[in-house]
Structures are given as structure tokens and as C-alpha cells.
């Protein structure tokens, strides 16, 4: 069995170095003004994507620029300018949306290789196939298809890549083509300025009259009913006291699914990661990385694919809205029971920003707080590592009990832990949620 490539956000310099050390095969990158990362983008400019190449390449790894904005004529023009200065910087391929630009590059940069955006909504065989003819080397499959229908259109397009979401975020609307952003605020999603409004909580008010100043709270629970259809169930509105959130669905997690997408032969998984921090990413690669090379490695001995319960384990730490396999599992994957869910597992406790051999101690950025009594491990690019503290100093050098969020401070094991990477680079340690 041929291993898929793992593709992880890059949001800046930072998060693309996290992202290779713990497994990642690929990163993508939004282009400066151009993509629909352009809200929250660490590459400000043509040097910081030079930079993120060359490292990229260094490692033998792959950097796909994502330049898929939706243009309106006022755009074309800068757009085709910058795509030409980008291309120019030799990333392994674009990814793009509109059809006219994917049209324009095959004639103007015809040895680019082209990844068809998620935001074109690639939903069937026949349309792939529109696109392969057109000279799309890759497709981002539309996060609204069943397990199914990706495997039917791999089966119709054996020589055409496949890369389909297997874990984050999941837009209520088409994969992101929303105008709920543009209507409240006035930012448009498909130009790379989406402020989440679909994310936000809301709450509804009676109001004794059009435009007062006086609105009035409901109380009690409400519901949405279809006028046209009574005999339908009504939708509940589950509210709490921060308010509703009827249009933010949990999140993916096809951790499930992996040996079935294994199975089909798709070529990447791509993790979504927008403004997420470098612990989460590095939890997230981590998992999914421990997943593929251990389903690869039991095709080869010929054994059944199963994921392993420290993949879950993985998972457990990191935050989100509640997790579900979206649509790879059946037809309705929206669930609105609620927009957070603490990480059950644990939490991250901070971020190691070096390590002392001598003194068995690491230079730790606080990120949650954590006491000498918590069981940590100590999450590596190689593995989780349980880990024992001998003692601890505040960011004053005194003796301390507990650390707090937003210092520096200095963590003493009670041993040498095996596997620790020189001067403990990209390594966190992780609280678990119960103590010794």
C-alpha cells in the first residue's frame, strides 16, 4: 500500500517548521493578498514565501501555495501579476479556484502544476474528469461528499490525484462558499476576509416594535418550525448563556476513516488548521501521522487496518468544537450541541523553549496552568513520553508549586528522558486531566 501524502496548514514560518517536525509530507501556504487565508497570514510577502520554500525543499518536503481567491474584475489584473512573481519562487504546485486563472496559467506557466481549491466544490466523477482534461494535476475533493462517492470518483479517475479533509473546521455552507460574512459585517469570505460569522454566538430577542432601542430577552427554550412542512420535527435551538449556535457545526475527525481512504488509494489528507496554535497543529500531524505509517505498516504484513488507541490519545489534547467524521459517514454530519468541548484528554501545559542536559531542565513558555502534582507527558516529534518533575522555578528563578499562563519559568525532570531532541526543539509538555 502507497502511503498518502499528509498535508498540514502553514499560517507563518513558525507553524510550517512545527508542521514538518511532526510528520508532515506537505504544507500549504495562502499567497500575500490572494488567498483565502489572507485574514490570518504569517507570509506577508514574496521573501517570507522564498523562506518557507527553500526550508521545504531542504527537508525533501513539498509547499503548495494556496492563490484561490474568487477575483471580481478589479482583481485580475493584480492577481495574474503576483501569481507571476509567485510562480517565480518555484513552489511545488498552486492551488486555485477560478476557472478562468486555471485556464490563463496553462497557457502563460504551463509547467505549473495545478491543484484544483476545494472552493471550485468538485462533487462528481464527470467534473474531475472536466478538470483533469483542462491540466489539474490534483483535486481537493469537496468536504460534502460521502465515503462513497469519493471512492467511486478514484475509481473512475485512477491517474488523478485525490486529496480530500480528514480533520478541522467545516463550513455550513459549500466548503466555504459563504456570503453570511459579507451580509453582517461587510468582509467577503470568498476574497480571504471571512470573520466566522457563522461561529458567533447569537441570541434572540422580542422586539415590541421595527428598529427600537428596546429589545427584550426571550426565556425558556425555543424552536425553529417550518410553516410549510408541520409535520416536520421542529429544530431546537439549544441555548446557553453565551447564546445559540445554530450555524457552527462541530468539527471533522476522519480518524476513523483512514483505513478506508488508505484502502481507495487517495494520494493526500489535508488537515485544516486556520489560526490554530503550533500545539494544536503539532498534536493534529502527530496523530494522523501515527495513523498512516501504522495502517502502511499493517497492509504490509498483510494484517487488517486498525488505528492505534494512542492516535486517539493524541487527539484527546487538543481543543475544538466537539469532534464528528463529517459527511465520510453518512449524510447528515452537522451537530450544534455545542461550539466548544475542553480537550478531554488534557491540555497542553507549555511549550519547551529549550533544554539543559546538565540540569535536566527545560525552559518552558507557561501556556496553561500546571502544578508539580499534575502527570505530564512530554509530547516529542517522535512520540509522546511520560515524564516524572523533580521541581520547578517561576520566571524570578524562585522555587514554585505551580506555574501560571503567560511566563517563562524552568521545569526539572527527574531523569534524562529518552528521545528528547537536541536543545528539545518543537516539544510541548502535555497536562493530562487527573493527577498522579
Request: charge should be negative; glycine fraction near 6%.
Amino acid at each position: 500500500m502507497r502511503k498518502p501524502e499528509l498535508l498540514a496548514p502553514a499560517g507563518d514560518l513558525t507553524r510550517m517548521k512545527y508542521a514538518f517536525a511532526y510528520g508532515a509530507d506537505a504544507v500549504y501556504a495562502g499567497q500575500p493578498a490572494f488567498s483565502l487565508r489572507a485574514r490570518e497570514n504569517g507570509f506577508k510577502n514574496l521573501d517570507d514565501l522564498a523562506e518557507g520554500i527553500a526550508y521545504a525543499h531542504r527537508l525533501g518536503k513539498k509547499f503548495y501555495l494556496t492563490s484561490n481567491v474568487i477575483p471580481r474584475n478589479v482583481k485580475v489584473e493584480a492577481f495574474q501579476k503576483a501569481l507571476l512573481s509567485a510562480v517565480e519562487l518555484k513552489p511545488d504546485a498552486l492551488i486555485v479556484a477560478d476557472p478562468g486563472f486555471v485556464g490563463w496559467l496553462r497557457e502563460t506557466c504551463p509547467d505549473v502544476e495545478i491543484h484544483l481549491s476545494v472552493q471550485a466544490n468538485t462533487t462528481n466523477y464527470l467534473a474531475a474528469k472536466f478538470w483533469q482534461n483542462l491540466g489539474v494535476a490534483r483535486i481537493i475533493l469537496s468536504r460534502e461528499l460521502r465515503l462513497s462517492e469519493i471512492l467511486e470518483i478514484k475509481e473512475r479517475c485512477p491517474d488523478l490525484e485525490l486529496e480530500v479533509f480528514v480533520h478541522g473546521a467545516v463550513c455550513m455552507s459549500m466548503s466555504g462558499r459563504c456570503m453570511l460574512s459579507n451580509w453582517v459585517t461587510r468582509r467577503d469570505a470568498n476574497q480571504g476576509a471571512c470573520d466566522n460569522s457563522c461561529r458567533m454566538p447569537y441570541r434572540l430577542y422580542a422586539n415590541p416594535e421595527p428598529q427600537c432601542e428596546n429589545y427584550q430577552e426571550h426565556e425558556g427554550s425555543f424552536s425553529l418550525q417550518r410553516t410549510d412542512r408541520p409535520e416536520l420535527d421542529p429544530i431546537a435551538l439549544d441555548e446557553d448563556t453565551w447564546g445559540t449556535y445554530f450555524m457552527s457545526s462541530r468539527d471533522l475527525c476522519a480518524m476513523d476513516v483512514i483505513p478506508d481512504l488508505m484502502m481507495a488509494g487517495l494520494d493526500s489528507f489535508k488537515i485544516e488548521g486556520r489560526t490554530k496554535s503550533v500545539y494544536y497543529l503539532s498534536q493534529v500531524v502527530h496523530a494522523y501521522r501515527m495513523a498512516i505509517d501504522a495502517c502502511a505498516a499493517q497492509a504490509a504484513a498483510g494484517k487488517p487496518l486498525e488505528i492505534p488507541e494512542e492516535c486517539r490519545h493524541a487527539i484527546s489534547f487538543v481543543d475544538g468544537r466537539g469532534f464528528m467524521p463529517g459527511f465520510l459517514r453518512g449524510p447528515l454530519p452537522q451537530n450544534y450541541e455545542s461550539t466548544h468541548e475542553d480537550a478531554p484528554g488534557g491540555c497542553v501545559a507549555a511549550q519547551v523553549l529549550s533544554y539543559d542536559a546538565s540540569l535536566k531542565a527545560c525552559r518552558v513558555n507557561v501556556k496553561n496552568s500546571f502544578s508539580l502534582d499534575d502527570r505530564l507527558e512530554l509530547l516529542t516529534p517522535s512520540g509522546q513520553i511520560p515524564c516524572e518533575l523533580a521541581s520547578m522555578k517561576n520566571f524570578k528563578g524562585e522555587d514554585a508549586d505551580r506555574l501560571h499562563p503567560g511566563t517563562e519559568g524552568w521545569v526539572f525532570l527527574s531523569e534524562d528522558v529518552k528521545g528528547l531532541p537536541e536543545n528539545a526543539t518543537f516539544c510541548f509538555f502535555v497536562r493530562q486531566n487527573f493527577k498522579k
